[in-house]
């Protein structure tokens, strides 16, 4: 049976990405990948917004999350972890497993933290070197105000480290411009490539505390990192075919223009957005992320089986809630690779399952109203990926 | 033009496992994942000769090198490391890098260690807790006697990790009834997939240093790996298609046999070096491995152009040496997916582009060795790969 994906990670793969990774495989240390990989390497820093080097690692995001982390600091080192939600919590189990003192600002799993409460945690541990943050909170589908936190920590002399796991592709990071000082996201969401590949961009503010900083680190160097990069290189073998998908990937991203891509990614969320509230259900989270939609799952249905049918009978497979959240929400993702018949089938399926399993509601409304919303959305030139 | 790898990895991947590759991307929390990956885990122990698990790390060799370090050590503590290479070389950096003491066995590189040098070591250093070794050192050709220098260890209550990036796959490592403590290995090798995939195995001996091990550690925590195994689950999000490329190779790998597999490793690195000391050429390693054939340069030919002939004249894409070898060294790698008609290939193109650039040889001479090398070899049932 066809079963299309709408996690919020991994996502869909273009064919186009999946073709150039079946090819036979070439040598890394050949001019032949040195082009396709520094090409990848400038449109990802295009899409990001920098002139600073982007470092590809072959791991996961939490790998390249530990890497963001390890190389700002150094034993003794006080950090501020922002977490509402799995990821957040991340942050913290990272510089926790280093014997860094944690401080968190902990908001309840679907909020996302004010400008106030950071500023409160900056103001209470002065001795605080780093701000870590989730951007798009993945397990419970809320945006947090990156930017603005960076800006609050800025101020005070404050590194801000950015989880933009699910959130490159999606949102405008505007790196240079902004006042992060390091961004971390994966391969499998906004990028639509397979899992097994991370990326680190630093700060010049950041790489001069990264000179310096003496927690223990080899794989995740980034300083070696970024001098093997001026080569057209990396410090260990890369994962040669991923990298291929990715310069695939950027290529498409290119042609759909970075502006094209978000404003896709806001039409998709608006959509799904648009169809939950027609059926008259909660969105989970407070500021809802353009990467997933996640929703409250309703009185007096079984969450679980919903999703089961989902993927069994209707052929989408999205996921449930993680952790705390297991059984209590939907997570519905449209990060990557997704266009409107995406939408009507994810939206459709959803709103099948949910009547098969007894919630209320007249088929099609939810449809309808996906496909409403999409044809009354504004579309940017130029055209759309494919 | 067609350009076929002959480098020492990464090498040749089978079309089974680029096609397996290719299919739209499956979520990895899905029976159809976990079925792929916990048969390709299971191959892989039962190739390895072990009860033991087998951890699937999605990076590169050395982030596996790095794993089974620090889950290893603690503050203080102090090692020996033997080094005739690249690769033993890195096995200090990365004890050096979480500032562990390391006493180093050198040996010239080509050399191999003995058993006296390594016991000799054993007794001036008897608070070193951890041999590391390589097994098959890829940046010389040289096989090392990991099995016996791991029983000198053992024999002292020390713990032996090797490094078997190029010798899983083409020894019969035996884990289970060696005195080995750690093995590691990568994708892009003798397992016939793109790089990406790294690999531990620990002895119940290595699992019980592991729980009280104090060395920081987040995505390398092997105890955090062993425990998601048990549930079919990784940590962290895997390389998914890598591991469903690594469930093809072992299938094919399981089908033509543990032993056809190093059965033919040993014919083909056989045919290729009766091929080279036809032609006169020195081995660059004093015990050569199965792996690859490392070959001296011969004086007044351009090693650096012979290999580019290789590759833009001829097709074949071979590796020259690293660091110190730069220049020195021909490596023509013959791990993975290999077979007679392949052989005929690289010894055909090594030859030919010797005699391109100046070097005396009558045409055919060592193509000729190759096949009456591999016409004499022994062939086990059951049959080839394919």
Redesign the interface.
């Known amino acids: 049976m066809k079963?299309?994906?709408f996690?919020p990670?991994?996502?869909?793969?273009p064919s186009e990405v999946?073709?150039a990774?079946?090819?036979?495989?070439?040598?890394?240390r050949?001019d032949e990948y040195r082009q396709q990989f520094l090409e990848a390497t400038r449109l990802l820093a295009e899409h990001l917004g920098t002139k600073q080097p982007v470092l590809t690692l072959?791991?996961?995001?939490?790998?390249a999350m530990?890497a963001a982390a390890v190389n700002l600091l150094s034993p003794g080192d006080e950090v501020i972890v922002v977490e509402g939600g799995k990821f957040g919590n991340r942050w913290g189990?990272?510089a926790e497993?280093?014997?860094v003192t944690v401080h968190k600002v902990s908001v309840a799993w679907g909020r996302v933290a004010t400008i106030e409460e950071v500023e409160s945690a900056l103001t209470a541990h002065p001795k605080a070197r780093v701000l870590f943050l989730t951007h798009s909170e993945t397990s419970t589908g809320a945006l947090f105000p990156a930017h603005e936190l960076a800006r609050v920590a800025r101020a005070r002399g404050v590194l801000t480290v950015v989880d933009a796991v699910t959130s490159f592709g999606v949102y405008d990071l505007r790196f240079d411009d902004s006042d992060l000082d390091g961004v971390v996201w994966?391969s499998?969401k906004g990028l639509m490539i397979?899992?097994?590949l991370a990326y680190v961009c630093y700060s010049p503010r950041a790489w001069a505390v990264a000179e310096k900083a003496k927690?223990?680190?080899?794989?995740w160097?980034l300083v070696k990192a970024r001098g093997a990069l001026e080569k057209g290189d990396t410090?260990?073998?890369?994962?040669?075919?991923?990298v291929l998908g990715s310069h695939a990937a950027m290529k498409l991203m290119d042609k759909e223009g970075r502006l094209g891509v978000f404003a896709r990614h806001q039409r998709n969320a608006d959509a799904t957005r648009h169809a939950v509230h027609t059926l008259g259900l909660p969105l989970f989270a407070e500021v809802p992320s353009n990467a997933l939609t996640a929703i409250e799952v309703p009185a007096g249905v079984d969450g679980g089986a919903v999703v089961k049918t989902m993927e069994q009978r209707y052929g989408v497979?999205i996921a449930g809630g993680q952790d705390q959240l297991k059984g209590k929400i939907f997570r519905l993702g449209h990060i990557g690779y997704y266009d409107d018949g995406d939408i009507l089938r994810l939206v459709g399926a959803f709103e099948s399952a949910l009547i098969d399993h007894g919630f209320s509601a007249e088929p099609g409304t939810a449809v309808r109203a996906a496909q409403q919303s999409l044809r009354g959305a504004k579309r940017p030139e130029p055209a759309r990926v494919g």
């Open positions: 079963r299309v994906l996690t990670g991994p996502t869909q793969v999946l073709e990774m079946a090819r036979p495989l070439i040598h890394h050949t072959s791991c996961s995001g939490s790998g530990e189990s990272i497993a280093y014997g994966g499998q397979p899992p097994g927690l223990p680190r080899f794989y160097n410090p260990f073998t890369p994962a040669i075919n991923l497979k």
